[in-house]
């Protein structure tokens, strides 16, 4: 009697419009939403408002026809896979929506491969009609991209205007009033083309069970409706095929049948899960100013009534009420079947990811997030909010895992890496919630320099002072190599070997600062080959002081230049945005390494000096209107032309 169901998709293909419509269909507003008027009762944060989009999970639970569905609203920009992910370890389908006019996106390969990874069963709900599109060339797209998809309604046209839907399934037309629908005969004009989907769709629905196949084949006809209900059921549930449906959040055209097909085509808890001892995981972490942290949790099996606990690994947490979710409220129940999502306020003990049972511990779905590939560098707006940024900055990862802080030693800035621009503009604002008003800006690139040739000098140090003086006399070799390498060739005790340490923490502490812009030394070999002591007057210190005047001396001599950090690409995109693409990537600098197909998306593997993509999130966005892709990898040093390293020495020395 539950449907616990994930809507996830490519960013602006109809999922929030299409949770509303559900939502207010089944009664559970009186007033349908708009995502551009910012009254949805999943996009309720002021992040949300701001800029139009989901950025977080939201909960729609709805009653129809004696059954509960729980619909949790996932965002679709990439640059959320957190949440995106997350929420579908809480489901026990997804529900792949593809905007008409906008066809397969590589939102809906991301989700659906998401889905598969998870063995989740799926299906696709195709948005937007009404705005246009070629429905029967999108579902050629749909069979080659996604496999053995079953279109369960057809679009009914009179003329220009859209009236219904065909069911395919059950061979019937459904006329939409605006109000209600009307059932009836397949039109004459139209009956042909029902028969040859319907004939299909039997076909591929009995292929999955070997008696109804063997029944068929014998020339026993056509199954009954029973069985063929019961095949489709079971062909859905075990992932061996995925139903096409059609609806209109907009106008509300098929949000009634859908419902209907949810009920039809996917599982329950219980054939997932089956019965047993209660078992749940906290699939979302939110944060809120006033209320703490609130932990959403999903039921996998059995049931909870209020007072109940459950166990997690080093602790037990109580279940005071049973709230669900819906948007931003809180509806307290007086108990939890398998295939409910709780919200538990205040749980400040749970985390992300956490299991939850109630007699033994078992495993629950998991997916692994994809490292971060876009940093900003992050610092108070004022002086004296550091502390209260650190705070803030333990909020926001305990919400978002998918985020990640690193303090740069070299640099001194404190980078907040995540899924792209709007990630981190989002992620922004929700400090700015917390009380901590942050900037953004552009990190500094650590460079390197290192030496193209070899040379050799004499570093120095002769101090005389009342009492012992100061004395280290080092003769010093440089040449390029693969990495460091310290050599000590001193022969006849010039130097006693008790000084080899002291000169070369004075050869790497010259080498933190280089000689052209005081950037790090790398690749090197540093051979000391002669020198002197003084009985008295040498020390540690001595030669310590010595190595390092020797190192600066001997690598202004040794053919100095500017490194900068290469970075590795993996862009996925349109077909047809390839050409833009490696356009863009030869303007910054890059080199393409391969490129290879992927159904519609092509893949470019290629490299890049990381000063000309720090901004790359904003300007593949750009490039392919959101429908692209990327992540990111430290590659290795490269020397950086000598115009522009001319240009960033005289800024490091102005600096």
């Known amino acids: 009697m539950i449907r616990t169901i994930a809507l996830a998709g490519h960013s602006g293909s109809g999922k929030t419009t299409l949770g509303e419509a559900l939502l207010y269909l089944t009664g559970g507003k009186d007033r349908k939403g708009s995502v551009s008027e910012g009254t949805t009762t999943s996009d309720y944060t002021p992040e949300e408002k701001a800029h139009g989009i989901s950025v977080r ?66 299906m696709v709900v195709v948005t937007k009609l009404d705005k246009g599109g070629d429905f029967f060339a999108l579902l050629e797209d749909l069979r080659s991209t996604l496999g053995s998809i079953v279109p369960v309604h057809l679009p009914w046209f009179e003329g220009e205007k859209w009236v219904g839907l065909l069911d395919v399934l059950h061979n019937k037309a459904l006329r939409y009033d605006g109000q209600k629908y009307q059932e009836g005969e397949v039109p004459n004009e139209m009956q042909e083309q029902v028969s040859k989907y319907h004939e299909e769709a039997i076909e591929a629905i009995v292929e999955t069970d070997e008696n109804l196949l063997e029944q068929y084949l014998e020339g026993g006809g056509e199954p009954d409706a029973e069985q063929v209900a019961k095949a489709f059921h079971d062909a859905v549930r075990q992932g061996l095929v995925y139903p096409v449906a059609i609806a209109s959040g907009e106008n509300m055209i098929g949000v009634e049948p859908l419902l209907d097909i949810f ?68 509806l307290e129940v007086d108990k939890a079947e398998a295939g409910y999502i709780l919200a538990l306020p205040k749980a400040d003990e ?69 899924m792209g621009d709007m990630h981190l503009e989002v992620a922004k604002e929700r400090l700015k919630d917390y009380g901590v008003d942050v900037e953004l800006s552009l990190p500094k690139i650590p460079y390197r320099e290192t030496i193209r040739r070899k040379a050799e000098g004499q570093g120095k140090h002769k101090k005389q002072t009342g009492g012992h003086g100061q004395y280290g006399d080092v003769w010093l070799r440089l040449e390029p190599a693969e990495d460091y390498e310290f050599v000590w060739e001193i022969t006849g005790g010039v130097i006693p070997t008790k000084y080899a340490s002291a000169v070369e923490k004075g050869i790497k502490e010259a080498a933190k600062k ?69 356009s863009d990537l030869q303007g910054r600098r890059g080199r393409v390494l391969g490129s290879d197909m992927d159904g519609a998306l092509a893949v470019i593997n290629a490299e890049a000096p990381l000063a000309e993509i720090l901004e790359y999130s904003r300007v593949l966005r750009s490039l392919t209107a959101g429908q692209g892709a990327y992540n990111i990898e430290f590659s290795h040093y490269a020397e950086v032309p000598q115009q522009l390293a001319q240009k960033i020495i005289q800024e490091a020395q102005e600096e």
Request: aromatic share 8%; hydrophobic share 40%; net charge negative.
């Open 514 to 582: 280089g000689a052209l812009a005081g950037y790090p030394v790398i690749g090197f070999r540093a051979a000391v080959y002669d020198g002197s002591y003084h009985s008295v007057d040498s020390s540690d210190l001595s030669f310590q002081v010595a190595a390092s005047m020797a190192f600066r001396k001997v690598m202004e001599k040794a053919g100095p230049t500017l490194l900068e950090p290469i970075y590795k690409l993996k862009i996925i995109v349109p077909q047809d945005k390839m050409g833009d693409i490696l």
């Open 350 to 418: 749970l985390h992300r990811t956490m299991a939850l049972w109630a007699e033994e511990p078992e495993e629950v779905p998991m997916t692994k997030l994809p490292e971060p590939t876009t940093f900003m560098a992050i610092a108070p707006k004022s002086k004296g909010d550091e502390a209260k940024l650190g705070e803030a900055i333990n909020k926001l990862l305990e919400e978002d895992p998918s985020l990640k802080l690193e303090r740069n030693e070299e640099t001194g800035e404190m980078l907040l890496w995540g």
């Open 57 to 122: 999970t939201a909960v729609l639970p709805l009653d129809w026809k004696g059954h509960k569905f729980f619909v949790i609203d996932t965002p679709g920009y990439l640059d959320f896979i957190a949440s995106i992910r997350g929420a579908l370890t809480a489901a026990d389908a997804a529900v792949v929506t593809v905007s008409a006019p906008e066809g397969v996106q590589i939102g809906t390969e991301r989700a659906w491969t998401v889905a598969e990874r998870l063995e989740l069963p799926r």
């Open 263 to 330: 009920l039809e085509a996917l599982p329950s808890p219980i054939e997932r899960w089956g019965e047993g001892p209660a078992l749940a995981k906290v699939f979302k972490i939110q944060v809120e100013p006033f209320v703490g942290k609130v932990a959403y949790v999903r039921l996998f099996r059995g049931e909870l009534k209020p007072g109940d606990s459950l166990k997690y690994e080093g602790g037990t947490v109580k279940f005071n009420k049973l709230t669900v979710p819906r948007g931003n409220e809180l």
